[in-house]
Structure formats: structure tokens, C-alpha cells
T-cell receptor, first 114, second 112 residues
């Protein structure tokens, strides 16, 4: 158990809908990262937050957004969902955004868009 | 851009034999390299990382990795494979923005 929690574990929804994925980082970690894992794209970095502020963006679609709250938990919002958004979404956390810091991953949320 | 490549989609090894999962990197500057393992329906578990110093890095569950600057490689190794080591292994490199760029993964199958 990495100490990173994600809810829900599974999510089934329809095209055009909006969902919110939630992540609680390890105790003491200030930095949160979101990744998407799909069969065709592999593991891709989406977005990073540090202590409530956005630090970096990866291959995140405009339909997707995220935020980190004062208690350091983070939410990833996915809207106008398409079939291709079906994937496993991981949250990871680290103490700080420094280069040597290890990122610890949560168990993921499996999203299925029908 | 910082990237890694895992040239093998699958590696098969018999239990008790040594295993190697290959990873090569392409970076500007000094690389920060990581290995993670993913079991079915689970998240990624951190195994080990190379930041600087000793080229042989020891990690969790008996795994180790050898950093080779001249060959730009960071291969994952274990002296004696277990059936329970069967999983998906990812090599990753820290990019300039501190996120991880992952390889496509290598499926390890250890047969009894």
C-alpha cells in the first residue's frame, strides 16, 4: 500500500457525461501528479500540482481539468467524455516536485465510457 | 526531450534463473531513472531509482538495476526469478518538469 488513495475504483458512464476522480496523497506529500494509462497511448502524464498550485501540464485535453485543494487532495474533472477517454487514471504524490523525489502511485480509477 | 525505451514487449524466464528487463534512455544532462512494477489490477509500485553515485542500484523485492552511461542503459535485474515476479515493468525518466516519462512497459512471465 503506497498510502495514496483514489476514489472511485471503477466508473462507468456514457459519452458526453462529466466525471470527477478524487485523489488523496500520502501524508506529508505536497505534490500530486495525474497520469492516464491506455492500451494505445501507454502511461501519459497529464498534470501536476504542488501545494495547491499548478506546476506542469502534459498531454491533458482541454476537456480535462484538475485542482488541488487546501487539504492537498486533488480532483481530476473529465467532461464531454468520449469513448477514447476510457482508461486507467492514476494519481501519484511526492514530498516535493524535485527531480530526485520518488512518486508513489495510487491504485487508480478505471473509467469506462460507453 | 527526456525519454526511455523498453525494447522488449515480453520477457520469459524460468523460475530460479536470472532475469533482465532492458531499458535505454535518451536525455540531456544527468538522468533521473526509475523502475516501477504493475501487477494486474493494481497501481504502479516503486522498485528503485538512480539519481547519482553508484552505478548499481538496489531496490525492493531483490531487484537491482545497473546504470551504464556509455550505453545509455538502465537494465533491471534479479539473480533468481520467482513466479510471483510475473508482472508489467516500467522504466521511467524524470522530465524537465519533474513528471515521469514512461516506457511502454515489458511484460515479465516467470514459469515454474
Amino acid at each position: 500500500d503506497s498510502g495514496v488513495t483514489q476514489t472511485p475504483k471503477h466508473l462507468i458512464t456514457a459519452t458526453g457525461q462529466r466525471v470527477t476522480l478524487r485523489c488523496s496523497p500520502r501524508s506529508g506529500d505536497l505534490s500530486v501528479y495525474w497520469y492516464q494509462q491506455s492500451l494505445d497511448q501507454g502511461l501519459q502524464f497529464l498534470i501536476q500540482y504542488y501545494n495547491g498550485e499548478e506546476r506542469a501540464k502534459g498531454n491533458i485535453l482541454e476537456r480535462f481539468s484538475a485542482q488541488q485543494f487546501p487539504d492537498l487532495h486533488s480532483e481530476l474533472n473529465l467532461s464531454s467524455l468520449e469513448l477514447g477517454d476510457s482508461a486507467l487514471y492514476f494519481c501519484a504524490s511526492s514530498v516535493a516536485p524535485g527531480g530526485a523525489e520518488t512518486q508513489y502511485f495510487g491504485p487508480g480509477t478505471r473509467l469506462l465510457v460507453l | 526531450a527526456q525519454s526511455v525505451a523498453q525494447p522488449e514487449d515480453q520477457v520469459n524466464v524460468a523460475e530460479g534463473n536470472p532475469l533482465t528487463v532492458k531499458c535505454t534512455y535518451s536525455v540531456s544532462g544527468n538522468p533521473y531513472l526509475f523502475w516501477y512494477v504493475q501487477y494486474p489490477n493494481r497501481g504502479l509500485q516503486f522498485l528503485l531509482k538512480y539519481i547519482t553515485g553508484d552505478n548499481l542500484v538496489k531496490g525492493s523485492y531483490g531487484f537491482e538495476a545497473e546504470f551504464n552511461k556509455s550505453q545509455t542503459s538502465f537494465h533491471l535485474k534479479k539473480p533468481s526469478a520467482l513466479v510471483s515476479d510475473s508482472a508489467l515493468y516500467f522504466c521511467a525518466v524524470r522530465n524537465s518538469g519533474y513528471a515521469l516519462n514512461f516506457g511502454k512497459g515489458t511484460s515479465l512471465l516467470v514459469t515454474p
